[in-house]
Nanobody, 128 residues
């Protein structure tokens, strides 16, 4: 079993920054892919970014490329999402997820059904 707990959400103004954290516990993670997704009211859950815990190039949605950065701290079993230049359209519940298959590719990382475990989500609200 893998437990994922997100934190760091909140209410910010457009142009501000926010850093989300996803603390993982349970089984070992070296081969896992960690992803961030988000879901706005009335919309489907969408891919934001993903990172293979063992390394490799992270993937980003076009809508966040250049503004968001995913990183990991292996010693703390924590994945971060640094969000800069936030826009009102970034408002959503942000979810951390783990894909335990060991496969890492952009097409797979972008699919929510590739992920086995999900956190409870953290709300990010960006006011204009």
């Amino acid at each position: 079993q893998v437990q994922l707990v997100e934190s760091g959400g909140g209410l910010v103004q457009a142009g501000d920054s926010l850093r989300l954290s996803c603390a993982a516990s349970g089984r070992t993670f070296s081969s896992y892919v960690m992803g961030w997704f988000r879901q706005a009211p009335g919309k489907e859950r969408e891919f934001v970014t993903a990172l293979w815990w063992s390394g490799g190039t992270p993937y980003y949605a076009d809508s966040v490329k250049g503004r968001f950065t995913i990183s990991s701290d292996n010693a703390k079993n924590t994945v971060y999402l640094q969000m800069n230049s936030l826009k009102p359209e970034d408002t959503a519940v942000y979810y951390c997820a783990a894909d335990t298959s060991g496969y890492y590719s952009r097409p797979r990382a972008m699919r929510s059904n590739a992920y086995d475990y999900w956190g409870q989500g953290t709300q990010v609200t960006v006011s204009s």
